[in-house]
Each structure stands twice: as structure tokens, then as C-alpha cells.
């Protein structure tokens, strides 16, 4: 019977917001039109993403012992979150990701302080914790020795293991061998694909293409679902709405088609707000989303040549 239990080992920041019109170049500076601070990092955003469609999520993580931690702990916990395993140090600040907003699209530069402290050693500590889960969702905002030890215990004691290779590093195929699925965008997919000999990578592969929708292969055969039309607010985030949504349908024993199209509906709703989390639906949204009559979420599907 499947659980809905899912862990979250990744980054938690405090991303600092600017709007602007112009985007400014090396040493030129420009006017803004709005700046604020809101919860973010790729590790708590897909553990919201999760909390909002009632799963039963358990974060493992590092803030520092300052003001922006104590926010987005308590934060994660008003989600619902369990957050007794994310540790406060007191030598590195909490992460934070300046993002700069133009035209509907994002730029970030992420400083990961405390996230660089869920060391090896942090994770095995939390092995049984590990252990009580359905699904891991991993990213690349902390140490990859990390990634590679959680994938390793997760393997261990079968719980299904999700890596979102972002933001894009080369990967070991240690670490590929490893997970269950790989949630590249498109251009994360093509240096994967160009760097990795791995034989049953296609069957891992989900590739998420933005309003394009989703990609994955299936018995030879490369699938896509569309994604729907919506008022893009901020992307930021989308990916990891995303990611959150994909673990919790797998987690409740859904198919990787099933899965795919509610995660694609999950991505969609997050974009039409501004912030990484504050778009992101709860269950009932998503619902009566996919209860609207609608152009899109349609799949097709091609041969891999
Ligand atoms: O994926 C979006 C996230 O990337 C932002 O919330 C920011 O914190 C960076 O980690």
C-alpha cells in the first residue's frame, strides 16, 4: 500500500526579490520597480509543494541561527512540515538567492550558507528517519557528497529516490545509477545526456520543458504532455512545484503518465503568482483546475529514434 510519506533532504533560503524592467548590465545601474523577501531554496519549495497537496512531509536541512532561519522555520512549519530535523548552525547564515525578475522570467545567484552544512555525516545521522519514507526528493543545493549519501540510504532501505539535477552540475553515475527518476528542464536534460553513458537513463529521464509541458519515455516510445495556457506571473519555482507534486502522485501509487499530467497542472497553477511557494495550489485548487474545461494536459507520444 503506498504511503504518502516523503523526505526532503535540500536547501532552505530566503530569496530576496527585485522587479525590474531593465536588467542591468556589469557596472550600470538601473531602477527597480518592486523588492521583497520571500521563502524559497529548491529543497524547502518542493516540500511545500508536497505539504499543499496533503502529503506528509518531513524536511532535512540546515538555516543559520539568525533572523531569516527562525522566518522560514517557522514558516515551513505553518505548511505543515515536520522541521525536527533542520539544524540551526551558528557559523554559517542562512542561505539566501538574489532574484531579479524581467519580463516574466528570472535570473538567480543563490549564496548557500548554511545549506553547505548538510554534510555527509548530518544525513547518516538521520538514516531511520530516512528510512520511514515512500519517496526522497533530492537537489544540488547542498553538498553533492550529501545527494550521493541520501541517494545511497534511500536505496538501502527502498524508498524511492527523486533527483532534481538543478541548479546543473556534471553528475556521477554513482549517483544516477542510484535514483529512481531525473527531473532535468531542457537544459539540464542535454548536458545529462552528453555526459552520462548510463544504458536505462531514458527510462529515468523527466524532462520538464516549461509551457511546453513534460517529457519522458515509456517501452521506446518518447511522451509528451502539454502544459496549459496561464497568466505567467514568476516562474521561479515551477520547476520545484513541479518536482512536489510528481513525488506525491508517485507516493499514492500513480502512474508515471498520471503522475506527470497532475504535476504539469501543479506547475502551471504556481506561475500565476509572484514568489517561488505563493503560488503553489493546495489539493482542492488543483482539483477544481483540472475540473475546468480545458485545451491542453493532452498527451502524445513519438518513437525514439
Ligand atoms: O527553484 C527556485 C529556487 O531556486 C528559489 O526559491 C531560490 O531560492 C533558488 O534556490
Given at each position: 500500500m503506498a504511503s504518502n510519506k516523503i523526505v526532503v533532504i535540500g536547501s532552505i533560503n530566503m530569496d530576496l526579490v527585485t522587479q525590474t524592467q531593465a536588467v542591468p548590465r556589469l557596472g550600470e545601474t538601473v531602477l527597480g520597480t518592486s523588492f521583497t523577501t520571500n521563502p524559497g531554496?529548491?529543497?524547502?519549495?518542493?516540500?511545500?509543494?508536497?505539504?499543499?497537496?496533503?502529503?506528509?512531509?518531513?524536511?532535512?536541512?540546515?538555516?543559520?541561527?539568525?533572523?531569516?532561519?527562525?522566518e522560514l522555520l517557522h514558516h515551513l512549519q505553518n505548511q505543515g512540515i515536520f522541521t525536527g530535523n533542520v539544524e540551526p548552525v551558528t557559523h554559517k547564515e542562512t542561505g539566501i538567492a538574489s532574484i531579479t525578475i524581467a519580463n516574466h522570467d528570472n535570473s538567480i545567484i543563490v549564496v548557500p550558507g548554511a545549506n553547505d552544512c548538510v554534510t555527509e555525516e548530518l544525513v547518516e545521522k538521520y538514516e531511520d528517519v530516512?528510512?520511514?519514507?515512500d519517496t526522497m526528493l533530492l537537489q544540488l543545493e547542498i553538498p553533492l557528497k550529501s545527494v550521493i549519501k541520501a541517494a545511497e540510504?534511500?536505496?538501502?532501505?527502498?524508498v524511492r529516490v527523486i533527483l532534481n539535477p538543478a541548479p546543473y552540475q556534471d553528475l556521477p553515475e554513482e549517483l544516477l545509477q542510484l535514483v529512481d527518476y531525473i527531473t532535468p528542464n531542457e537544459y539540464e536534460a542535454v548536458e545529462l545526456l552528453k555526459a552520462?553513458?548510463?544504458k536505462n537513463l531514458h527510462e529515468k529521464l523527466i524532462i520538464t520543458k516549461g509551457a511546453e509541458g513534460v517529457s519522458f519515455y515509456e517501452?521506446?516510445?518518447?511522451?509528451?504532455?502539454?502544459?496549459?495556457?496561464?497568466?505567467?506571473?514568476?516562474t521561479t519555482g515551477a520547476g520545484d512545484s513541479f518536482n512536489g507534486a510528481f513525488a506525491v502522485a508517485?507516493?499514492?501509487g500513480k502512474t508515471i503518465e498520471e503522475a506527470c499530467s497532475f504535476a504539469?497542472?501543479?506547475g502551471a497553477l504556481a506561475v500565476t503568482k509572484?514568489?517561488?511557494?505563493?503560488?503553489?495550489?493546495t489539493r482542492e485548487q488543483v482539483e477544481a483546475f483540472l475540473n475546468e474545461d480545458k485545451p491542453s494536459g493532452n498527451m502524445s507520444s513519438t518513437k525514439i529514434q
Amino acid at each position: 500500500m503506498a504511503s504518502n510519506k516523503i523526505v526532503v533532504i535540500g536547501s532552505i533560503n530566503m530569496d530576496l526579490v527585485t522587479q525590474t524592467q531593465a536588467v542591468p548590465r556589469l557596472g550600470e545601474t538601473v531602477l527597480g520597480t518592486s523588492f521583497t523577501t520571500n521563502p524559497g531554496g529548491k529543497g524547502a519549495n518542493q516540500a511545500v509543494a508536497a505539504a499543499r497537496l496533503n502529503a506528509d512531509v518531513t524536511m532535512i536541512g540546515a538555516v543559520g541561527n539568525d533572523s531569516f532561519g527562525k522566518e522560514l522555520l517557522h514558516h515551513l512549519q505553518n505548511q505543515g512540515i515536520f522541521t525536527g530535523n533542520v539544524e540551526p548552525v551558528t557559523h554559517k547564515e542562512t542561505g539566501i538567492a538574489s532574484i531579479t525578475i524581467a519580463n516574466h522570467d528570472n535570473s538567480i545567484i543563490v549564496v548557500p550558507g548554511a545549506n553547505d552544512c548538510v554534510t555527509e555525516e548530518l544525513v547518516e545521522k538521520y538514516e531511520d528517519v530516512i528510512a520511514k519514507n515512500d519517496t526522497m526528493l533530492l537537489q544540488l543545493e547542498i553538498p553533492l557528497k550529501s545527494v550521493i549519501k541520501a541517494a545511497e540510504l534511500a536505496k538501502k532501505h527502498g524508498v524511492r529516490v527523486i533527483l532534481n539535477p538543478a541548479p546543473y552540475q556534471d553528475l556521477p553515475e554513482e549517483l544516477l545509477q542510484l535514483v529512481d527518476y531525473i527531473t532535468p528542464n531542457e537544459y539540464e536534460a542535454v548536458e545529462l545526456l552528453k555526459a552520462s553513458n548510463l544504458k536505462n537513463l531514458h527510462e529515468k529521464l523527466i524532462i520538464t520543458k516549461g509551457a511546453e509541458g513534460v517529457s519522458f519515455y515509456e517501452n521506446g516510445l518518447e511522451k509528451n504532455i502539454s502544459s496549459y495556457k496561464v497568466e505567467v506571473v514568476d516562474t521561479t519555482g515551477a520547476g520545484d512545484s513541479f518536482n512536489g507534486a510528481f513525488a506525491v502522485a508517485l507516493s499514492e501509487g500513480k502512474t508515471i503518465e498520471e503522475a506527470c499530467s497532475f504535476a504539469v497542472a501543479v506547475g502551471a497553477l504556481a506561475v500565476t503568482k509572484l514568489g517561488a511557494q505563493s503560488g503553489m495550489p493546495t489539493r482542492e485548487q488543483v482539483e477544481a483546475f483540472l475540473n475546468e474545461d480545458k485545451p491542453s494536459g493532452n498527451m502524445s507520444s513519438t518513437k525514439i529514434q
